[in-house]
Each structure stands twice: as C-alpha cells, then as structure tokens.
C-alpha cells in the first residue's frame, strides 16, 4: 500500500540552527502539507502545496519556514533559525483532488 | 479558525462496552474525518464523512454527519483492548484542503 515517507524519524538540533525535513508523498498524489503537533496538543495545520507553490499557509507559517519540491518527488520544510518552541512532531501529507490526507510517520524535532 | 471540540477528552472502559464520542463546531465542513494516532505515529485515516446526515460503517465502528455538517460521531460496538488509541477528528471548509483538528478523544479499553 502506497504511504508517505519522512525522514528522519527524529531530529535533535542547536537553538539557532537550521533544519530540513524531508518527506516523499505517494506518487500520484498533487497536494501536499505540513502539519505540526507540538507534545500534548492538537495536529496544527502549516501550509499546503500544489503546484509548485504555497496555496494555504497558517499564521504559524511565519518567515522562518519554508516548503519546496525539489526534484519532483520529495518535498521538504525548512526552518531557517530554529527555537525552542519549534519543537515538535512535523507531520506530511498528500493527497488527490479529492483532498483526503494521508499522513506519514513524522518526524520529531527536538531543539535544545 | 474554525474550532472542533471532541469530547469526551479521555474515555477508560472495559472490554466488551459500548461508547460514543463527539466531534462538535459552530463552523459547516465541506468533509470531515476521523483519524486513529497511536503515540509516535502519525494520523491514521479512519473514514471521510460529506454528505450531511451521511453514516459510515467500519466493522465495529459506526461515523455519523451531523445533517448541518457541523458535528460527528463515532460509535465503537463492543470495543477490544486493540481499539486503545488517540480518536481525532478533522474538518475541512470549502475555502480548502487544510483541515482543522480537534484535541481528540484518548480511548482506553481494558481486558
């Protein structure tokens, strides 16, 4: 059965430091998100994707982050200057047309 | 940002018990889903709900729309210790795909 691939599975990084989080969604898929759920909350919406270019964005979707497609398969988020308050589990997804989201594993990112 | 309010928060029963959980807004969704996390892992789709008043059956499980597409439910029928887990769910608006989640209902079932 088809999923959403992320890597890495857990990110540990310096306050201050860039990260990138990389996600492959299913192949036929033309939209794609990022979710975040920071511990004992709820899953946050970020921004989605299609193509090539942001079609939604949440006020947490400040300049600090940054989403792009690469290669045609893989789709990544960036946070330029991580803080502590960004850690959290990141979720991607994709989806049809008929825009029921399938999710990947997430990836945990802890900022110390 | 339209808020969806699950209750009840946390739900403990016994093997073999029936239980109900709620999905409420104030806002009208074009879908709603539901969603089953396990801790770690991300949202595993349970079921997409469109029509209002629409119910969805998946085995044990029974979804209901509210007919103003603006509330949910989930019906466990003789829930197993294998139903433990994290229910959310998920609304999505006509202005979007980005979907809206609730805080979910955290289910214990024990044997």
């Known amino acids: 059965e088809p999923e959403v691939t992320q890597t890495p599975s857990h990110q540990v990084t310096q306050m201050g430091q860039e990260v990138i989080l990389r996600c492959v969604p299913i192949s036929n898929h033309l939209y794609f998100y990022w979710y975040r759920q920071i511990l004992g909350q709820k899953v946050e919406f970020l921004v989605s994707?299609?193509?090539?270019?942001?079609?939604?964005k949440s006020e947490i979707f400040d300049d600090q982050f940054s989403v792009e497609r690469p290669d045609g398969s893989n789709f990544t988020l960036k946070i330029r200057s991580t803080k502590l308050e960004d850690s959290a589990m990141y979720f991607c997804a994709s989806t049809l047309t008929d825009g029921i989201p399938f999710f990947g594993q997430g990836t945990r990112l802890t900022v110390v | 940002t339209q808020l969806l309010e699950q209750s009840p928060q946390f739900l403990s029963i016994q093997e073999g018990e029936n239980l109900t959980v709620y999905c409420n807004s104030s806002?009208?969704?074009?879908?709603l889903q539901w969603y089953r996390q396990e801790p770690g892992e991300g949202p595993v789709l349970l079921v997409t709900v469109v029509t209002g008043g629409e119910v969805k059956k998946l085995k044990r499980l029974t979804f209901q729309f509210g007919d103003a597409r603006k509330d949910s439910s989930l019906h466990i029928t003789a829930a197993q210790p294998g139903d433990t887990g994290l229910y959310l769910c998920a609304g999505a608006t006509n202005s979007g795909y980005a979907l809206n989640f609730g805080k979910g209902t955290s289910l214990l079932v024990t044997p």
């Open positions: 806002s009208v969704f074009s879908s």
């Open positions: 994707f299609y193509n090539n270019e942001i079609s939604e």
